[in-house]
């Protein structure tokens, strides 16, 4: 397993590009660090504390902190970031694997 991961995310329509790095520190908490074109995604990151990833990947959707972040500063429900946000901290604190996400629209 890892104690690091990294995302790149094409939010689709809006063309904004994220980057989202993902470590787990010496406390056994998942660091984000992000990088994005959009302004909300930004400002949302800048709110981020570190993350237990036990209590995150466990919780039900809207009782995660990354989710209760984004309804606060993301204005697209349909926003992949927080998506991709919580498949990192799951792989940076060991409970999953590095594997490809796809959404793919016809």
């Known amino acids: ?7 790149a995310v094409d939010s689709g329509v809006c063309r904004m590009i994220t980057a989202i790095s993902a470590r787990e520190n010496e406390m056994g908490l998942v660091e984000l660090t ?6 909300h995604i930004l ?3 800048w709110h981020m504390e570190p993350i ?5 990947v466990e919780a039900p959707m809207c009782d995660t902190e990354v989710y209760k972040l984004a309804s606060k500063y993301l204005p697209h429900a349909a926003c992949p970031v927080p998506c991709a946000m919580v498949k990192a901290i799951e792989v940076a ?3 999953g694997l590095k594997r490809d996400v796809s959404i793919k629209i016809e």
Not at 1 to 7: L, V
Not at 34 to 39: G, K, L, T, V
Request: charged share 20%; hydrophobic share 25%; aromatic share 4%.
């Open 93 to 95: 604190g060991n409970l």
């Open 52 to 56: 237990s990833p036990y209590t995150e």
């Open 34 to 39: 992000i990088e994005s074109d959009c302004p």
């Open 43 to 45: 400002m949302m990151s």
């Open 1 to 7: 397993m890892t104690d690091h991961c990294k995302i």
